[in-house]
C-alpha cells in the first residue's frame, strides 16, 4: 500500500534542492555531444498543479518554489532552475510545477534517453499519459529498487540514476544504500543522485555517513553531499528540518555552483534566521 502522493509536496523546499541540483547535473551532461541515459527510479505522477486539491492543502510550494518566482537577484544554479519551471509555465503566474521526469525531459536531447519507473497506479497512469508518444522516454510501474539490473550499465555508458523515494517506510533507508552499491559496482562511472530528508530518526542521520562510505574510493570522481535546513528543530518536533542531495561523480561544477547557491536559499526559504543553515561538502 502506498500511501506517499508528491502532488501534496510539489514544489516545496526540498524540490527546491532536489530539482536544482537535477538541473545543474543535466546541463553538465548536455555539454559533450554523445547521449545519456537518465534512470528515474521513483518518478512521481511528472508534473502538478499548483492550484489543485493535493498541492493547495498545505501549500507547500509556498514556501519553495514561489519564494523564488518574483525574486530579480538569483543566483546562477538558482536561476538556471527557476527558468525551467518558468518555461513549464504557458503565462507568468506559476502554476504547474514540473516533477523531475519533466525537467529532465526539458533538458534532454534526440540522442538522450529517459526510464521512468513509478509504482502508484494513478501516478503511473498520469505519467505514462504525459510521456506518451515521445520515443525517448519508457515508462513502467516497476519497483525502482529492483531495476538497476536491467537498467545498469547503459548502453550509451554515459548516465544519470536519480533515486528519490518517499522515506515512509523504514526499509528505503537501506535499499537507498544498498541501490548506491549496486549502482557503483554495474557501473562505476554512473553519476548517482540521492534525495534525503534531513529528520531527527536515527535511520535518516546515519545515511549519509553511510553513503560517503559507499562511494569512497569506489566512484572515480568521488561524491558531493549538500544540506539546505529550514526548520529549527524545535518548531518541527519529529518532522522534516530540511534536505540534502548524495551526488556519487558529480560533475565537478557542481560544488562551486551550490556553494554560491546554498547561502541564498537558507536565507531566502528558512523559516527563521536560527533555522537558517547549509553544508557542501565533497570527497576531494
Ligand atoms: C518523492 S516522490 C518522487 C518525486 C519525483 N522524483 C520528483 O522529483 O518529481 C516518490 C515516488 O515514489 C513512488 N514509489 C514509492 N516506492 C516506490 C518503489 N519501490 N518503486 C517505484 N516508485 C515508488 C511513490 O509512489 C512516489 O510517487
Redesign the pocket.
Same mark, same amino acid.
Given at each position: 500500500m502506498?500511501a506517499?502522493?508528491?502532488a501534496f &509536496? *510539489?514544489g516545496n523546499h526540498a +524540490?527546491v534542492l532536489?530539482?536544482l541540483t537535477l538541473v545543474q547535473v543535466l546541463q553538465h551532461l548536455n555539454q559533450k555531444e554523445k547521449g545519456y541515459r537518465v534512470i +528515474?527510479?521513483? *518518478? /512521481? *505522477? /511528472?508534473a502538478y498543479a499548483l492550484g489543485g486539491r493535493q498541492a493547495q492543502l498545505h501549500r507547500e510550494f509556498d514556501s519553495g518554489i514561489a519564494r523564488l518566482w518574483g525574486r530579480g537577484d538569483l543566483p546562477r544554479a538558482v536561476q538556471a532552475y527557476v527558468d525551467q519551471v518558468r518555461a513549464f509555465n504557458d503565462g507568468p503566474e506559476l502554476r504547474q510545477y514540473p /516533477?523531475? $521526469?519533466e525537467l529532465a525531459r526539458r533538458l534532454l536531447r534526440p540522442q538522450d534517453q529517459l526510464r521512468l519507473?513509478?509504482? &502508484?497506479a494513478t !501516478?503511473h497512469g498520469q505519467l505514462a499519459g504525459r510521456m506518451r508518444g515521445d520515443a525517448r522516454v519508457e515508462v513502467r510501474p *516497476? !519497483?525502482?529498487?529492483t531495476v538497476l539490473k536491467s537498467q545498469l550499465p547503459p548502453p550509451t555508458r554515459r548516465g544519470l540514476l536519480?533515486i !528519490? $523515494? $518517499?522515506y515512509e517506510i523504514k526499509t528505503d533507508y537501506p535499499r537507498v544504500l544498498a541501490a548506491l552499491r549496486e549502482a557503483l559496482t554495474r557501473f562505476a562511472e554512473c553519476t548517482v543522485l540521492i534525495?534525503l530528508p534531513q529528520l531527527q530518526l536515527l535511520e535518516a542521520a546515519r545515511l549519509p555517513q553511510r553513503l560517503k562510505a559507499a562511494a569512497t574510493g569506489v566512484a572515480p570522481k568521488g561524491w558531493l553531499l549538500a544540506r539546505l535546513s529550514v526548520q529549527h528543530p524545535r518548531a518541527r518536533g519529529f518532522g522534516m528540518l530540511g534536505s540534502l542531495v548524495f551526488v556519487a561523480n558529480p560533475p565537478h561544477t557542481l560544488a562551486p555552483a551550490l556553494r554560491q547557491a546554498l547561502p541564498w536559499l537558507a536565507a531566502t526559504l528558512a523559516e527563521d534566521e536560527q533555522a537558517a543553515g547549509w553544508a557542501c561538502e565533497t570527497s576531494a
Open positions: 502506498l506517499y502522493r508528491h &509536496h *510539489a +524540490d532536489k530539482h +528515474d527510479t521513483h *518518478a /512521481g *505522477a /511528472g /516533477g523531475s $521526469p519507473f513509478e509504482l &502508484h !501516478d *516497476a !519497483d525502482g529498487f536519480l !528519490d $523515494p $518517499p534525495w
